[in-house]
């Protein structure tokens, strides 16, 4: 019984000694730059890649315009992003792919490169009155192994100009699922960035079913 209670102790610990590496795979939030926090607080090493935002610098009050956040280079395997705005007016709404958690975006599984670039796109709705929005993103370049190192993430930032103001209550959409591949379901989810590592739900089981073989010994 001693060595079956000791190999269960050791089982747990390596699972809570993987938790860290593979919590983050479903994104995190507040690591858009915005504040400061960035991938790079949980990912070390690798090469950092290039990050840029495409879309207009300039939108009507109230209208809504399609966005990208993509990554090139770096480890150039799987990548993850985090985005934020600086305008509590302005809505952010996910593209397939990503996910909104507490008004920002990140990405809801891990997303492959397709060559050595990978392509985050969702939608800005602007404020219904003038004056200018501050797009920030942080994404994440990863070797895909499932561990945090021998990655790196950069960051990009975007002003966007909204001119006039809304002609109604109804102008300018704001619908959150407007323009977007993904079910409403996936709107403002508890948790939330940056990690592009995967595999926990596999590990957990195999680790438990490991825990059961060494009860079953003793």
Not at 19 to 36: D, I, M, Q
Not at 73 to 92: E, H, R, S, T, Y
Not at 106 to 131: C, I, M, Q, W, Y
């Amino acid at each position: 019984m001693r060595f079956s209670l000791f190999g269960i102790a050791g089982v747990f610990s390596v699972c809570l000694l993987s938790t860290p590496v593979f919590a983050n795979s479903a994104g995190l939030t507040g690591h858009s730059g915005k504040n400061g926090q960035t991938c790079n607080n949980c990912h070390t090493g690798g090469i950092a890649p290039s990050v840029e935002f495409s879309g207009p610098e300039s939108l009507a009050a109230g209208a809504t315009g399609q966005y990208s956040l993509i990554i090139r280079g770096g480890a150039a395997k799987m990548g993850g992003v985090n985005i934020a705005v600086d305008n509590a007016q302005a809505m952010l709404v996910q593209g397939t792919g990503l996910k909104r958690v507490g008004g920002e975006l990140t990405h809801s599984a891990p997303k492959a490169f397709s060559e050595n670039e990978v392509r985050f796109d969702f939608s800005l709705v602007a404020p219904p009155t003038a004056g200018t929005v501050n797009l920030f993103g942080a994404g994440n370049s990863t070797n895909g192994d499932g561990d945090i190192t021998k990655d790196r993430s950069a960051t990009a930032g975007l002003t966007v100009t909204v001119t006039g103001s809304a002609a109604g209550p109804d102008a300018g959409t704001g619908s959150p699922d407007a323009g977007t591949g993904d079910e409403p379901g996936d709107e403002d989810e508890p948790g939330g960035g940056c990690s592009s590592t995967g595999g926990a739900p596999v590990l957990l089981f195999v680790l438990a079913a490991a825990g059961a073989t060494l009860l079953r010994r003793g």
